[in-house]
């Protein structure tokens, strides 16, 4: 049986994308922290390259089997002192071969020593089937990839408490861009299947060691319905709401911090990772300089279980409070104040609260109900997150913690409702989930077609209708309808630059810009997809329009 040490950290760096040339300098950075015994350092690297292998690090296994100390925080000069050596240390000799005539070179140039190294192999972890058309091997899906991960540490390297790194592109809620590969049959993994994952891993886990830290370095992925499908999973998350960039975490410095505080006896994890966070955002502050701003928080995922019921509190008030046409604007325009997030997908949920008792300061009944429901919430909200700060003007109303709030419905068939009604957030809700009030919002904010708007003014101004549409125009409303969708305008988005992590250019189908550039998309505007009035059965209640001539 492996020897169980005090930490495991695990590094996910889902770069099979326009990612994977900056993660080897994530990977040298990790190298270059040194180590300490009692902790096991693991990364797994999948490169863009087809038909380039994916890559498992046990890091610095070799300089710790060399070493006398039991511990060596960082690199130095001094390290290389004889003629010849170099002064940045290689990551080939903490690569898990496959093959024995490699592990045996490693061995026999550390002589003596040579049977200390034991290196686990990576045979169980990499998946070596055919790909469908059966012309070169099938990469595993992000989920698959994933799962070994976690099974081969938690078997191979056993420890007292783990803490998870993942590396790739965000935006899990709404989007199929999560931890994306770009050769793989499946690729992304789904928020679902992401808590499935760390459920199972930490379930499988024995009484005395402990899940402590999940980190996403990714975009847009510090969101509420993210930690509550975590809540009994890890203790902690750290994310952030708005981009990351690669370069943006300093590895070196994370995990010198962790081998310091083991050295120097730190009991309270909380301090810990208090200090990663705070490196991180120092770090993050120069991305200034390139025009970027950069928001971090660190949350307590044991703490978010209250959140969904002050949520849905929040969603009642406001489902309320679209019935009054005064409430309604009010809600509309506290939207508008509010800090939002990735072409206004997800808005800050402490400042849409804030945004929303100025707005409603002046209504007396459903104003009073939302202004409780929003002190409800930032209650809950300061129970939950440890620690939020910003840097830079674009993410300056962050708080910690995102929620969904698009400004109209979805066109994504497979996500709305379907996906984002069955995340645990709205599942567990029953009533008055965030959902539930998201569709009353998309229906009663949504202005009527153009055809509804102007029929009824011509026939009372007493001037000519517009003529009746002929068979081509009623074809082409129809097809109007399918193809001015989200997904349809998302295979025209420009592309990123290739370094951040919710970059566009990974989406399927789109094109790849390798100067970068600014991001087009579709309208936020709360438009219906047709021209001529609506239908039947999407007529709202107390505001069904006259289809005149249009019919």
């Not at 604007?329 to 609260?353: F, G, M, N, P, V």
């Not at 009030?437 to 007493?462: C, H, Q, S, W």
Request: overall charge negative.
């Amino acid at each position: 049986m492996p020897e169980t040490k005090e930490w495991t950290l695990m590094f996910f760096f889902a770069s099979d994308n326009a990612l994977a040339p900056g993660i080897v300098s994530q990977l040298k950075s990790i190298k270059q922290a040194g180590f300490h015994k009692d902790v096991n350092v693991i990364a797994r690297f999948d490169p863009r390259v087809e038909n380039t292998q994916a890559h498992t690090f046990d890091v610095n296994i070799v300089d710790k089997i060399k070493s006398t100390k039991e511990w060596k925080i960082g690199f130095s000069t001094e390290d290389f002192s004889k003629v010849g050596d170099s002064s940045v240390p290689s990551l080939v000799t903490d690569k898990l071969w496959e093959e024995p005539e490699n592990t045996d070179l490693i061995r026999k140039s550390l002589g003596e020593l040579g049977p200390k190294y034991r290196p686990e192999k990576p045979s169980d972890f990499e998946e070596h089937g055919k790909s469908r058309n059966g012309d070169r091997p099938q990469e595993p899906r992000p989920q698959v990839a994933l799962a070994k991960l976690l099974k081969f540490c938690r078997k191979k390297y056993p420890a007292r408490h783990y803490m998870l790194f993942l590396l790739g592109h965000g935006l899990i809620v709404g989007n199929d861009m999560f931890l994306f590969d770009e050769h793989a049959d499946h690729s992304s993994l789904s928020l679902s299947g992401l808590g499935d994952l760390l459920s199972e891993f930490k379930g499988k886990l024995p009484k005395d060691q402990h899940f402590e830290v999940v980190s996403f370095h990714s975009c847009s992925m510090s969101a509420l319905e993210v930690a509550y499908e975590l809540k009994d999973t890890a203790n902690y998350m750290l994310a952030s709401q708005g981009p990351a960039f690669v370069g943006s975490w300093p590895y070196r410095q994370i995990l010198m911090r962790v081998f310091h505080d083991l050295v120097n006896g730190e009991k309270n994890l909380e301090v810990t990772l208090t200090s990663i966070f705070q490196e991180c955002l120092d770090n993050s502050r120069d991305f200034q300089l390139a025009g970027y701003s950069f928001d971090l928080c660190l949350c307590d995922l044991k703490k978010v279980k209250k959140m969904r019921v002050s949520l849905s509190k929040l969603a009642a008030a406001l489902s309320d409070g679209l019935k009054n046409p005064a409430t309604q604007e009010k809600i509309l325009l506290a939207h508008w104040d509010a800090q939002s997030y990735w072409q206004e997908s997800y808005t800050d949920l402490r400042d849409l609260c804030i945004r929303l008792t100025e707005r409603c300061t002046d209504l007396p009944d459903e104003g009073a109900a939302i202004r409780e429901a929003c002190q409800y919430v930032t209650d809950r909200l300061d129970e939950a997150v440890i620690k939020s700060a910003f840097a830079g003007p674009a993410y300056q109303y962050s708080h910690g913690l995102s929620v969904f709030y698009p400004w109209s419905m979805p066109e994504n068939a497979k996500f709305w409702p379907t996906e984002y009604r069955n995340y645990k957030l709205n599942k567990e809700a029953k009533e008055d989930s965030w959902e539930s009030f998201l569709t009353n919002y998309f229906d009663r904010t949504r202005r009527f077609p153009r055809g509804a708007e102007i029929v009824p003014k011509a026939m009372e101004a007493k001037e000519q209708a517009p003529t009746i549409p002929k068979l081509d125009d009623d074809l082409l409303e129809t097809l109007g309808r399918r193809g001015f969708s989200l997904d349809a305008q998302l295979a025209i988005v420009k592309g990123d630059p290739e370094d951040r992590t919710d970059s566009p250019i990974s989406i399927k189908g789109g094109p790849e810009d390798p100067t970068g550039g600014d991001s087009s998309g579709p309208s936020i505007k709360n438009y219906p997809p047709f021209t001529r009035g609506l239908p039947p059965a999407e007529k709202r209640k107390g505001k069904s329009a006259s289809r005149g001539s249009y019919s």
